[in-house]
């Protein structure tokens, strides 16, 4: 089952063609690494499938709805983690997790049961009051993910979530994506450490605004006679014309 369908998916600004008919599937369950150079389009590409830009032309259905007719209900069945961190500093860790809860529908009692569930699980039961903004980088991530698919959405998507993130953390970070992709959540993943696209079950790799690249990461290595993820991407990115 396909839980993300494009089909010449295109962005344009103008003269400037950001996204350059990029046509792909991703499966349910699936980890999707959707990498390229800043500058390559792939967080336009992201926009577009998270309902919060409308594509100039092709065609794309996310979790089951157009992006085109549909884009409020796209982001009523995804999750959505940002660059940047999301939540919100000065509340409190369970106030945090009430909070988005409260936002993607969640009853009342639902909602304390995750809340107790999240805590045990981050192992941030005696964080329950700490304010956010206190918390190591780490900490925060990770409950930004989790909060994120509190909803059991069908798909998270996951823009650099480890950036500036040590390795260990970035680890743990890791497990929690296996874990979210082994209840069948689909995690579509942006990422700028090479050694992160190792993990994903497939790698699509932009270059100008075009899909240049698209399998398992095994697959990728043998094709372009590289012995990591990062001497494809090197291969593929000096093509690139456009930059930031």
Same mark, same amino acid.
């Given at each position: 089952?396909?839980?993300?369908?494009?089909?010449?998916?295109?962005?344009?600004?103008?003269?400037?063609?950001? @996204?350059?008919?990029? %046509?792909?599937?991703?499966? %349910?369950?699936?980890?999707?690494?959707?990498?390229?150079?800043?500058?390559?389009?792939?967080?336009?590409?992201?926009?577009?499938?998270?309902?919060?830009?409308?594509?100039?032309?092709?065609?794309?259905?996310?979790?089951?709805?157009?992006?085109?007719?549909?884009?409020?209900?796209?982001?009523?069945?995804?999750?959505?983690?940002?660059?940047?961190?999301?939540?919100?500093?000065?509340?409190? @860790?369970?106030?945090?997790?009430?909070?988005?809860?409260?936002?993607?529908?969640?009853?009342?009692?639902?909602?304390?049961?995750?809340?107790?569930?999240?805590?045990?699980?981050?192992?941030?039961?005696?964080?329950?009051?700490?304010?956010?903004? %206190?918390?190591?980088?780490?900490?925060?991530?990770?409950?930004?993910?989790?909060?994120?698919?509190?909803?059991?959405?069908?798909?998270?998507?996951?823009?650099?979530?480890?950036?500036?993130?040590?390795?260990?953390?970035?680890?743990?970070?890791?497990?929690?994506?296996?874990?979210?992709?082994?209840?069948?959540?689909? @995690?579509?993943?942006?990422?700028?450490?090479?050694?992160?696209?190792?993990?994903?079950?497939?790698? %699509?790799?932009?270059?100008?605004?075009?899909?240049?690249?698209?399998?398992?990461?095994?697959?990728?290595?043998?094709?372009?006679?590289?012995?990591?993820?990062?001497?494809?991407?090197?291969?593929?990115?000096?093509?690139?014309?456009?930059?930031?």
């Amino acid at each position: 089952m396909y839980v993300i369908e494009t089909d010449r998916l295109t962005k344009q600004f103008g003269n400037f063609t950001a @996204v350059d008919q990029i %046509s792909f599937k991703v499966s %349910s369950g699936e980890i999707f690494g959707f990498l390229g150079a800043n500058g390559a389009g792939k967080t336009t590409a992201m926009r577009m499938l998270c309902g919060l830009s409308i594509p100039t032309s092709g065609k794309a259905i996310v979790a089951g709805f157009d992006v085109y007719k549909e884009s409020e209900q796209i982001k009523k069945h995804i999750g959505y983690m940002s660059q940047k961190f999301s939540l919100y500093g000065d509340l409190k @860790v369970w106030e945090n997790i009430r909070l988005f809860g409260g936002i993607y529908g969640l009853s009342r009692k639902r909602l304390a049961d995750k809340t107790d569930e999240l805590l045990h699980t981050l192992d941030l039961e005696k964080e329950r009051n700490t304010l956010v903004h %206190s918390l190591p980088l780490g900490w925060k991530q990770k409950l930004a993910f989790s909060v994120a698919i509190i909803h059991d959405p069908k798909i998270v998507f996951l823009d650099e979530p480890t950036g500036g993130v040590d390795p260990v953390t970035r680890r743990q970070f890791w497990e929690l994506i296996y874990e979210a992709s082994a209840r069948d959540i689909t @995690v579509f993943v942006t990422t700028h450490y090479m050694d992160e696209a190792e993990y994903c079950n497939r790698v %699509s790799i932009m270059v100008d605004g075009r899909v240049e690249a698209l399998d398992t990461p095994s697959v990728l290595k043998t094709t372009y006679h590289a012995d990591n993820m990062n001497g494809v991407f090197q291969s593929l990115a000096r093509k690139a014309i456009r930059g930031e």
